[in-house]
């Protein structure tokens, strides 16, 4: 059974799923510099392609900021990162 996805899907959802596909060892280096990047979106993307791997510590000093974004979708898939770090 395929899963189908609309276009509407933003770019930045679409480069978490990517990102938390791809080997964590090829990854791990860029996807920390993605979170501490000044782009809120492509930050969260990383930090869930990182906790996917389980590779971000909560007390990362990027991750906090996304938790209470001003973009209400950056704050939801933040709560997901949560979600999959289990704390």
């Not at 509407?8 to 938390?20: F, V």
């Not at 990182?50 to 704050?75: E, I, W």
Request: aromatic content about 10%; proline content about 7%; some cysteine.
């Amino acid at each position: 059974m395929l899963y189908w996805r609309p276009k509407t899907i933003k770019w930045w959802l679409r480069l978490r799923d990517a990102l938390s596909l791809a080997p964590i060892e090829l990854t791990r280096r860029p996807l920390l510099v993605l979170l501490d990047s000044s782009n809120r979106k492509a930050a969260v993307a990383a930090a869930y392609a990182l906790a996917f791997h389980g590779q971000l510590m909560p007390s990362h000093p990027a991750f906090g900021p996304l938790l209470a974004d001003s973009d209400a979708m950056v704050c939801q898939v933040a709560w997901q990162v949560v979600s999959l770090l289990g704390e």
